[in-house]
């Protein structure tokens, strides 16, 4: 780029005057003329005779312009009429030759009423259809965690039951089994007394014999005179073996003996679906309040220029060598990281606390509750620092790394950007920590990203992300679709910080060729002003945040500095 050239980057620090020869700021928009207008300029736009009916609107409510069109019949001629009667798109050549009797719009009149409306059917979109079903997502995600624990549970009482149905047969197996013992110790006692019976009757039977052979020593006197009388054998009787009777069951008998698993015969509960009216209700009251806005808008309700951009505070961090990236959270204290620790101050400056990290760059944001959440890139963990100072372990990331991290203003979700092998994607969680959504390729097919050093939402729920090797400022809206990239106004854009503030503003923080700025964006990518800049007096700025005051945070990587500006009046 040649000096010239980087001069007049340099000197371009907001949206110029569309009048020619003019370049002061451009906060007016003249609708008749589409041609952005100064605050001078409009002023002799209203004086003009020939524009002095002219509609002129803060920039930001400006009318979309008509696309220009050629007429077939007269090329030379744009296509600015509708024809009512003929229901055909004519130019003014046409009109007065062929339906000049006819009725007639303006097709610039029409275009702004379709815009509009097609506008107000995509902010049904973007307020209702898709956050509602993301809601019923979500609600079904949890529905699904709620199961499974419910199912493993049940499984649960399932084991312990049939662990006491065991047990149960144990215990009366180990009784039956014990009265076998006793029968067979009765059993066995009559058998040794019949045995003992026996043994007595055979002794008895000797005892005969010995008698009998005396007998026949002696005389037969003997013999004649006595009688030999023999005791009959004693009766025993044989045992009645006990018999081993089966038990009836079968599986049916157990399965009844244990619980078992039905669905209650109840008619399933519809999701709760918001009426669509109810919201249309509320985003009439808003589209009321910002008309009401409009009509009161006047310029100290504007951006004010670069120039009067103010310092209000600065501190000096300890803990940190230089600064990378900061967040502000409920209480106003300050988180400020680099050089690998994370360090929290109060309003003074005093170091509250400092966690040695794995981070990069945007890898920590204050949440609505007063939470602070940080990536850890070694362990791919994202962790939750409470108010009272507890660090737990929020969200694992798998085989991503956890590059940038932001809390969504509008609803509590945690954007995080992540990164594997060449690939990069951001990814939407919950408040609870559940996975929603990933945005990693556009309609063609082609990576959206390449390293998201840092990441934020705007209040369109759009997500701006900045990437250092694409040099960009990538920004899709909340459904994923790109939208636009922002790659700065000088030479050699590298980026260093973003954030949003309550007026939609995209507030982009980067180094350059010829030093370090900050840029103001609208919501359509569109630049307003550069707020700061190496003239401006910051050098190498890095990490930037609004806080609820709209008071802007600004590091500084060539020191442990974070300045704190006023740029909105």
Not at 413 to 440: C, F, H, P, W
């Amino acid at each position: 780029m040649s000096e010239s050239s980087d001069e007049q980057a340099a000197g371009q620090h907001f949206l110029v005057c569309g009048t020619e020869d003019c370049q002061e700021n451009g906060q007016f928009y003249c609708n008749d003329c589409h041609r952005p207008l100064c605050e001078q300029c409009r002023d002799e736009h209203l004086k003009n005779p020939d524009t002095q009916t002219h509609e002129i609107v803060p920039y930001r409510y400006r009318k979309q312009q008509l696309p220009v069109e050629k007429c077939k019949q007269h090329p030379t001629w744009n296509v600015d009429i509708f024809c009512q009667e003929c229901q055909i798109s004519i130019c003014l050549k046409c009109f007065k030759k062929e339906h000049q009797s006819h009725n007639f719009d303006v097709l610039e009149d029409l275009y702004a009423e379709k815009y509009a409306l097609w506008q107000g059917e995509f902010s049904k979109i973007q307020k209702y259809f898709l956050p509602t079903t993301q809601g019923l997502k979500t609600d079904i995600e949890e529905d699904v965690t709620e199961i499974k624990k419910i199912m493993e549970s049940i499984r649960t009482s399932m084991n312990a039951e049939a662990e006491s149905l065991k047990k149960l047969v144990d215990e009366v197996t180990s009784e039956k089994k014990k009265h076998t013992h006793t029968m067979e110790k009765s059993l066995l006692k009559m058998l040794k007394s019949q045995e003992t019976t026996y043994d007595d009757y055979i002794a008895y039977l000797g005892k005969m014999n010995d008698e009998f052979q005396e007998y026949l020593s002696l005389t037969n006197t003997k013999l004649f005179s006595e009688t030999l009388r023999i005791k009959t054998i004693p009766e025993t009787t044989r045992p009645v073996p006990p018999v081993f009777t089966k038990g009836k069951f079968s599986k049916d008998d157990i399965s009844k003996l244990l619980g078992s698993v039905n669905v209650p015969n109840t008619k399933p509960e519809k999701r709760k679906i918001q009426p669509m009216e109810a919201v249309t209700t509320h985003m009439k009251s808003t589209e009321k309040q910002l008309e009401q806005s409009k009509e009161k808008f006047d310029m100290k309700q504007t951006l004010s220029l670069s120039s009067s951009v103010t310092k209000v505070k600065e501190y000096s961090v300890p803990g940190v060598d230089s600064v990378w990236h900061v967040s502000v959270d409920k209480s106003e204290r300050l988180w400020v990281s680099g050089g690998g620790n994370l360090v929290q101050t109060d309003l003074q400056g005093k170091q509250l606390q400092k966690i040695k990290t794995s981070g990069g760059n945007g890898y920590h944001t204050a949440t609505q509750d007063g939470d602070l959440i940080y990536t850890d890139q070694d362990e791919k963990v994202i962790y939750r620092i409470t108010p009272d100072r507890k660090i737990t372990e929020f969200i694992k990331t798998g085989d991503w790394t956890p590059v940038s991290v932001h809390s969504s203003r509008i609803n509590g979700d945690i954007l995080v950007g992540m990164m594997k092998d060449r690939e990069a994607k951001v990814t939407r969680y919950s408040k609870a920590g559940i996975e929603k959504q990933n945005i990693q390729r556009d309609n063609q097919g082609q990576g959206l990203y390449s390293d998201p050093c840092y990441i934020t939402e705007n209040i369109n729920g759009d997500i701006c992300t900045m990437n250092r090797k694409k040099g960009a400022v990538v920004v899709v809206n909340k459904s994923g679709q790109h939208r636009f990239s922002y790659t700065g106004q000088r030479s050699g854009f590298f980026p260093r910080g973003i954030c949003t503030d309550v007026l939609g503003h995209i507030l982009v923080c980067y180094d350059s060729f010829i030093g370090g700025a900050v840029d103001l964006l609208d919501q359509d990518g569109g630049l307003l002003s550069v707020i700061l800049s190496l003239q401006k007096g910051i050098k190498e700025p890095c990490g930037v945040c609004v806080d609820d005051e709209n008071n802007l945070y600004v590091g500084q990587s060539d020191t442990n500095t974070v300045s704190v500006y006023k740029y909105l009046q």
